[in-house]
């Protein structure tokens, strides 16, 4: 009798389906059931961008090259200091770039003459006052700085501005799902599928003159105007249609 109670037992054990752990459980995809669209949607923000980046330095030649590293080294500590005393702080001053090359004069037929020095020394500079900027840049030329590149106008912190450009392309996306479902006499039932091909920053329209001019006995200022920025957001999405 025991050994029939044994033998029993252990059949069952064998026929009996494992139970199913939580790392067996596999979520199945509900299949669709009409028709599918896929469609791509473009939401935009504007902002008025409120951080200039500009390259300022100083270009000095030398019949020798310690005299044109010497000379370019003082102009330039008098620029920094032009921006220290303008509020521009440290970690908006960066060094971009020093060199130092030999001059040479070119004669046909002659092999070339070494006539000095040329030592050059730029800083990227982050103006975050950007409506003082040209006067801060017309500073520096007073103190030397002969070299000037920029702006590149931008926007410092542009998360906020992405999530809502990423907002409009959602709205954007499900308008539009909704033109084509009624177009084709159709309703939208689900979203299937989001994702975000990325987001860019347009560069703002043209800005005002950002250089120096003299007319007769008046210097015109520089004037740097943000004008406004476009940041765009594209998504790709997917709906069912029925």
Do not use: C, H, W
Not at 101 to 109: A, F, I, K, M, W
């Amino acid at each position: 009798m025991n050994s029939i109670v044994i033998a029993a037992l252990l059949a069952s054990a064998v026929l009996a389906p494992p139970a199913a752990s939580a790392q067996d459980v596999v979520a199945v995809a509900r299949p669709i059931g009409g028709t599918r669209l896929d469609i791509s949607a473009t939401g935009s923000v504007s902002r008025v961008p409120d951080l200039a980046i500009i390259s300022a330095g100083v270009i000095t030649r030398s019949p020798t090259a310690t005299g044109a590293i010497a000379d370019n080294a003082t102009r330039m500590e008098r620029v920094r200091a032009a921006l220290r005393r303008a509020g521009i702080e440290d970690r908006d001053i960066q060094t971009s770039s020093i060199s130092l090359n030999p001059d040479y004069r070119y004669q046909e037929g002659q092999p070339p003459v070494l006539t000095g020095y040329q030592a050059s020394n730029n800083v990227s500079v982050k103006f975050r006052d950007i409506r003082n900027s040209g006067k801060i840049l017309d500073a520096l030329v007073a103190q030397g700085a002969n070299q000037i590149n920029g702006p590149n106008l931008t926007i410092d912190k542009p998360e906020g501005a992405y999530d809502e450009a990423r907002v409009k392309a959602i709205a954007v996306g499900r308008a539009r799902a909704e033109l084509y479902a009624r177009a084709l006499g159709m309703r939208v039932t689900r979203l299937l599928s989001v994702s975000e091909g990325g987001g860019f920053a347009r560069p703002p329209m043209p800005y005002g003159a950002d250089s120096i001019q003299v007319t007769g006995s008046r210097v015109a200022k520089t004037e740097i105007d943000p004008g406004s920025q476009d940041i765009d957001v594209t998504l790709s999405m997917s709906f069912e249609l029925r």
